[in-house]
């Protein structure tokens, strides 16, 4: 069925497939084309978000049964809507509930699934050849050790013994050591003993004899209490008393001779011997590239597609996989039928989509940028910059945070991942005389420059070697990199730009590996991502707060606003090149629900009224709070304060109560300071800080003066920030690509970071909105519906309605319509006989628009005012179009009304 418009549902224990059932009418009436799901395949016990995939060939019971799953994929044919799926070949959740993991950890390099993970086998840290390095404890080895918080035990349903950490954290045993655990204490166990010990060091043929032994060793313990007691007994030889060091020594012993070794979680930073989804540790990296796991991960997936479930893919966090191009060509290649393809692929300025990936497009993230820039009047920038550098005292460039934060991340969540690629160029080097003195320590801190300075998440050479676009990028860092550090002989940047675009291997006789260089190269490509993403994304967009709508992913908060110019621009360039891109405000990812951001970007429309608020409500914090020991940093007191403004309920049906709203901002502070790794950290959290941090919103939330004055601001701009969302959802409606509607967004989204833009979804009331708004199509909606949110929804309805009615107009060129006030943006679909317009005020929290619009002469319908519009030559004046309404829509020729 073809794709107008996606609604993304996320699927957790708590909404399964069920739930979902029963509001496909309610998604059918509103009039999207497609749900698109989360992750659904079986994830980690709890998983709240369905990305740590354990099996991807079963569903996940937690969200329902087969025959749920069923009924729910009948529901969505009945009404005529198609499924995608949020696929995830990046990594996998890791732990006990992960059977090709265990096996990892169980056999070492010996498991027939060691090489579905990317694991470094013969790393550089002492101790770790052979080994996986699993860092779990919440403490020193030798400290878990001692206080008792390692134990040996025995798993009755597999008769076979693991090492538990806290109870929790479950490490197998290998079956050749079983006989040094059973011992000689009973005629049943030494016999089983000896058996085990014949099986031999990590012989992975002799895997069908452990599992033998392993099944007679569970019926004897079974069948015979004896039997069982002199289990208990050996056991116990492996427990020691808490406290007492030499107790423990026979458990280390067992330890060390595992294929696996278990350390402080902080460990981790330096030493991960496994490549990772970011930094976190339980989510191990998957090599997609080899052709047994994309055929095991994709194909229960596949089989849906052949069985008419699925109608299209969503493949999440492609920059991490060694070569996109081609997982994307054998998605292609290996459907059973035609599907779409969307890729989650964060795009830097000036960069597009590669056309070689056959993708269909974007998750959409450059979209949200583009409307909530186009909000933002640019004329506010210079007075939010001056307030900001006056109040905080900090007066770097975002570019510069930015840089320095990435810097931050590589000396510590990804100082492994650095060393690596620094043990591997200097191992290239010493294989040439002319590159033998290239010391890995001068690579690694060479190599640590030029990721900083990367703009772009990843290049993507493979194979045939860098294309243009790449070897400019890597160019440009490594020039960028020379001028930050030129301490680093200026030779070994010459050596790594040739070994990061292969160059070095073109020359004649160069005596490097091509081999060696290009999977060097490749795997550089999978590490500058992690680093973007976790140090701009994840610490220098917590940092930095002088306009925190700006601060999303994908988006440039040194820079403020979009011109009317650019808006064109990417909207005839995504018809061109990716015309069923998505397109989205809101998503599990956003810092910042879409109507939050919306009222947010009132603020630069009005930079006077908003300085001289934060600073009364800064002054009124320093009369309450006096000299403190530890107070909150001025710019998380920034940040809390335009959290507040964006937040504050003003007239929103179901708005939460007090006590609800001070616990989601205490929550998303949090958060925030902790990303921010400045004044705390999740590896360190500062409890006075972030204690001194609670206390201050507290102090705020009881504070009524603060609250009505508070309450005073946002009333004086609530209405320019609803309309602002009354117009971004139109035009996210309008312009080139697919719409996608944010589980819930379709009325308010005022959400703050994850968890809380995954709070559940009140889908009653949103259905008695919709119903309202079918009532209501034929009637003009009104200022006042603006400010309810009503608008809102009976917009998307409307135009959702248009799209399945008219698609031809949203398949049609899109022209840039001239306007004579900065504020205002107007566009066209279609020809001058059947074509739709499209014009908005992009600043209603500044004068009201002026001038005329050209729209082509003839006569319209206005989908929102549900009214007629004669355009005479000469232009219409922009008053007579947006009455009562920011924004309107007007469809030429008969048929428009929808």
């Known amino acids: 069925m073809p794709l107008r418009a996606t609604y993304r549902l996320q699927f957790h224990r708590d909404f399964g497939f069920a739930a979902a059932a029963e509001i496909v009418p309610y998604l059918a009436e509103l009039g999207v084309s497609h749900v698109y799901a989360s992750p659904i395949l079986l994830a980690r016990a709890g998983s709240a978000h369905g ?156 895997k069908e004899r452990a599992r033998e032994l392993r099944e007679r060793l569970r019926a004897e313990v079974d069948a015979s209490p004896e039997v069982r007691r002199a289990l208990d007994e050996a056991l116990a030889r492996f427990h020691g008393t808490p406290g007492d060091q030499a107790s423990w020594a026979r458990l280390d012993r067992l330890i060390a001779q595992q294929r696996w070794r278990i350390a402080f979680f902080r460990v981790a930073a330096d030493d991960i011997n496994y490549r990772r989804f970011f930094n976190v540790n339980e989510l191990a990296g998957l090599r997609m590239e080899q052709p047994a796991v994309f055929d095991h991960a994709h194909g229960f997936v596949f089989q849906l597609i052949a069985e008419g479930v699925l109608d299209g893919l969503r493949i999440d966090h492609i920059d991490g996989l060694y070569d996109p191009k081609a997982y994307c060509l054998r998605v292609r290649a290996k459907a059973p039928r035609p599907i779409t393809l969307h890729v989650e692929k964060i795009l830097g300025p000036h960069e597009a989509l590669r056309e070689d990936w056959l993708a269909d497009g974007t998750t959409g993230y450059e979209t949200t940028n583009l409307l909530t820039g186009l909000m933002i009047d640019p004329k506010g920038e210079a007075a939010l910059t001056q307030f900001y550098r006056r109040y905080t005292g900090d007066r770097r460039a975002f570019g510069r945070i930015a840089r320095e934060a990435k810097l931050t991340c590589l000396d510590n969540e990804f100082a492994s991942e650095l060393s690596s690629l620094a043990t591997s160029a200097a191992r290239i080097a010493q294989s040439n005389p002319l590159s033998a003195d290239f010391t890995r320590h001068g690579l690694r801190r060479a190599l640590r420059e ?208 007090g006590e609800t709203l001070r616990g989601r901002v205490v929550a998303a502070m949090e958060k925030s300071v902790r990303e921010a790794k400045l004044n705390t950290g999740w590896a360190a959290p500062n409890a006075a800080y972030e204690a001194a941090l609670t206390e201050v919103i507290d102090a705020l939330f009881a504070d009524e003066a603060f609250t009505e004055d508070l309450s005073a601001f946002v009333a004086e701009i609530a209405p320019a920030g609803a309309a602002n969302s009354l117009t971004q959802a139109v035009l996210k409606l309008t312009i080139p690509g697919v719409p996608d509607i944010y589980q819930g967004a ?13 709070r559940p979804v009140d889908f009653a009331r949103r259905r008695e909105a919709l119903t309202q708004a079918t009532a209501s199509r034929d009637r003009a909606l009104t200022g006042e519906d603006v400010l309810s949110g009503f608008a809102k929804t009976a917009a998307i309805q409307r135009l959702l309605g248009l799209r399945r009615e008219r698609p031809a107009l949203f398949a049609a060129p899109y022209e840039a319509l001239g306007t004579e006030d900065d504020g205002l943006v107007a566009f066209m679909r279609g020809e001058r006989g059947d074509r739709l317009v499209v014009v908005a005020h992009r600043f209603p929290g500044g004068a009201a628009p002026a001038g005329t619009v ?30 009562a309404l920011p924004v309107a829509v007007l469809v030429a020729s008969a048929g428009g009304a929808a």
């Open 854 to 883: 050209a729209l082509p002469e003839g006569r319209y319908h206005d989908v929102l005012r549900r009214r007629e519009i004669t355009a005479a030559a000469g232009g219409v004046p922009v008053g007579e179009i947006l009455t």
């Open 450 to 657: 030029i990721i900083a300075s990367f703009r772009v998440y990843r290049t993507y050479i493979d194979e045939e070697g860098a294309a243009g676009a790449d070897r400019e990028e890597i160019l440009r860092a490594v020039a960028e990199a020379r001028v930050a550090n030129g301490d680093i002989d200026a030779s070994v940047y010459d050596f790594l730009a040739s070994l990061l675009t292969t160059d070095i291997v073109d020359e004649p006789g160069s005596g490097y590996s091509r081999q060696e260089v290009v999977v060097f190269a490749m795997r550089f490509q999978q590490v500058t991502g992690p680093v973007m993403a976790k140090g701009v994304e994840d610490t220098a967009f917590y940092r930095y707060m002088r306009f925190i709508a700006a601060n999303e992913v994908g988006g440039e908060p040194g820079r403020l606003g979009v011109s009317a110019a650019a808006f064109h621009e990417a909207n005839r360039r995504r018809q061109k090149d990716a015309p069923l891109t998505l397109l989205t405000t809101s998503t599990h990812d956003t810092k910042r629900g879409e109507d939050l951001r919306a009222r947010l970007a009132v603020l630069a429309s009005l930079p006077p009224a908003y300085v001289a608020a934060v600073e009364r409500w800064t002054e009124r914090l320093s009369q309450a709070f006096g000299e403190r020991e530890t107070t909150p940093d001025p710019a998380d007191l920034m940040l809390l304060f335009q959290t507040l403004i964006g937040l504050w309920p003003h007239g929103q049906a179901g708005a939460d109560d």
């Open 746 to 758: 379709e009325s308010w989204d005022f959400s703050l970071v994850d968890p809380d833009n995954r």
């Open 51 to 206: 990305y740590d995939i354990v099996d991807h060939n079963r569903l996940n019971p937690e969200l329902g049964s087969e025959a749920e799953f069923a009924a729910f994929c009948a529901e969505l044919r009945q009404y005529g809507l198609g499924l995608i799926l949020d696929v995830v070949p990046n990594h996998m959740g890791v732990g006990a509930d992960n059977p090709f993991w265990r096996d990892v950890l169980e056999w070492g390099e010996s498991s027939d699934f060691a090489g579905w993970f990317d694991i470094d086998w013969q790393p550089d840290t002492p101790g770790l050849a052979g080994k996986v390095l699993v860092a779990v404890l919440g403490e020193q080895y030798g400290a878990a050790l001692a206080g008792g918080h390692l134990a040996l035990a025995y798993d009755a349903s597999r008769g076979g013994f693991d090492v538990t950490a806290y109870d929790s954290h479950v490490l197998p045993v290998h079956p050749a050591l079983y006989g040094d655990i059973l011992g000689r204490r009973h005629r049943v166990l030494e016999r089983l003993g000896d058996a085990f010990a014949h099986i031999g060091a990590f012989r992975p043929h002799e």
